[in-house]
Structures are given as C-alpha cells and as structure tokens.
C-alpha cells in the first residue's frame, strides 16, 4: 500500500506556509483527510496545528542557543539531528493511509535543497523502504520576482537546482499571482511561466545599453555598477540559457484566495503522485465517516 505527499519548499517568503494552510482548508472542504508535517524548526505560529512537529524533537531556537550556531548552521544541525532520530518521524507516517495527502511544511534556507546531501537523504528514507510514501516536491517562488527579471532567473535556477539535487517529482509554482495583478500582461507572463530566456535581452528595465555602458565610466564598486551594465548582462544571460538548455523548469500560477488554483495546483500533485489511479470508489457516507475520526 502507497501513501502520498508533497515537499513545500522554497526560498524564505515564499508563501510555503499560506499555501499548506490553504491547501489543508480546500482538502477538508473536498472531504479529503491530510496529514500536516511541520518540518521548519524556526515555525512558530500555525493556522492548523500540525500533527507532527518537528519542534517537538528539537528547535533551532534552542540550537542556535546551546550550540552557538547561526540560522543556517543551526538549520542543518537541526536535520542532521532528525536523520540520526528518524523514528520520531517515521513512526507517525506508518499508521497514516493511502486515503491521506501528507503535506510536508519545508524551511526556507535553500542550502538544504541545492548544497548538502540531507534532505536528499531524507526523501530516500521516505520513498523507498516501509513508507514507501509517492512525493512530489512543490517549490514555491514568489511572482513579484517576475517584475525584477535577473531576480527571476536566479530563484528559477535555484528551482533547477533543487530539481536536480531531489530527483523526485516536482511541480514549480508562481505563488502570491495576485500580487502582480495589473503589473504584467497576460501574454509577456505567459513567457515567465514557461521560462523564455529572451526575457533577459527584452528586459525594459536594463540600462543604459552596452554600446553606452562602454563609453560612460562608472565607479565599477558602486552598487549600481555591479548590478548593472554589459557585465552584468552577460551573468544573467547565461543563466538563463543554462536554464533554458537543461528546459526542465516552468512554472504553475498560484492565488491561495482562489479555489479553482488550489484545485488546480492540487490536481497536478495527484497527477504526479498518482494518487487517483490507485483509488477505489466509495460511497459520499465513507468521506464522511473518515472525516468525523480526525
């Protein structure tokens, strides 16, 4: 028997933890049991209480505290101590059913998605063995990265890397669309979602051109030096035809305040999961019976 989950990664503010609580709302209004895995050892308030938490093992509070480390040191510590005590996470997994979504509440720190070996080391224990949990990885970037387009193409290469690091199923999602509502035409996001790396040499924000770049002198220490000009160009631009040679990423459209994206972004989870093809059907009464249990 498979069980099913999702990893909700993605850089800090990204929206994971909206999205979990908006993906666990539409679950229980579709009657659809979910078991919600806090595994952010900074995470401090909660809009459903998790029924597993990974503070109840260890806190980077504490960590950071007792072991005189900093955030992302503390972090890694922090996974590094649930993999020599997994059974504080494996064990609670065992009695969940195949009827359940589990979802997975990641940090924010993408070192523990594109440097070091543990959260790889983690989704193994999870996919394979026992559990032998179906996962697909959901990583969140924020849309308003679409208005700065050299921003854009880094958190998308930190989607690839993650990808790649993973080796799991894994869907890219636009969090927080409604924030960018107005500020981009349907037709040039439409090139966002599906990565065109032309956006760099489109972008109408880049100045002053190369030809004028080479004949004005700047201070090349000032901010404005680094973050722009020939130089910098040519950085993203091969970022981004790094990205676009591997054509591994695009990305889904996500507004937490509407149901028909959550069902969306839900359904794409199931697809690659394949969550439907191993259900029965049942009658509306055996919904309402697992839901009264919870």
């Given amino acids: 028997m498979s069980k099913y989950g999702t990893l909700v990664m993605g850089p800090a503010g990204a929206g994971k933890s909206t999205f979990c609580t908006a993906l666990i709302q539409h679950l229980q209004n579709s009657k659809r049991p979910c078991f919600y895995v806090n595994l952010d050892p900074a995470a401090e308030e909660f809009a459903f209480e998790p029924d597993l938490d990974i503070k109840d093992l260890i806190s980077l509070e504490d960590v950071m505290e007792e072991m005189s480390l900093g955030p992302n040191g503390g972090l890694i510590y922090c996974f590094e101590f649930l993999m020599e005590n997994l059974d504080f996470l494996t064990d609670p997994l065992e009695d969940v059913t195949e009827d359940y979504l589990i979802v997975f509440d990641m940090p924010g720190q993408i070192e523990l998605y594109t440097h070091v070996p543990v959260l790889p080391n983690l989704v193994k224990v999870l996919m394979q063995g026992s559990l032998n949990i179906r996962m697909c990885a959901a990583y ?143 009658e509306p009464k055996e919904f309402d019976a697992d839901m009264e249990e919870q």
């Fill in 140 to 282: 969140l970037l924020e849309a308003t990265f679409v208005i700065d387009r050299p921003k854009f193409f880094s958190g998308t290469l930190s989607a690839m890397s993650a990808m790649m690091m993973l080796e799991m199923p894994h869907i890219n999602i636009l969090s927080k669309m409604d924030l960018v509502k107005g500020q981009v035409a349907r037709r040039d996001l439409q090139r966002f979602v599906d990565v065109d790396a032309d956006l760099i040499d489109d972008d109408p924000s880049r100045k002053p051109s190369d030809e004028e770049d080479s004949k004005n002198y700047r201070d090349p220490a000032t901010k404005e030096s680094l973050m722009s000009g020939s130089a910098f160009h040519k950085l993203n631009k091969a970022v981004a035809e790094l990205i676009d040679g591997f054509s591994m990423v695009s990305f889904l459209k996500l507004d937490v305040q509407d149901e028909d994206s959550l069902g969306a972004i839900l359904s794409y989870i199931d697809d690659a999961t394949q969550y439907h093809e191993a259900q029965e059907p049942r």
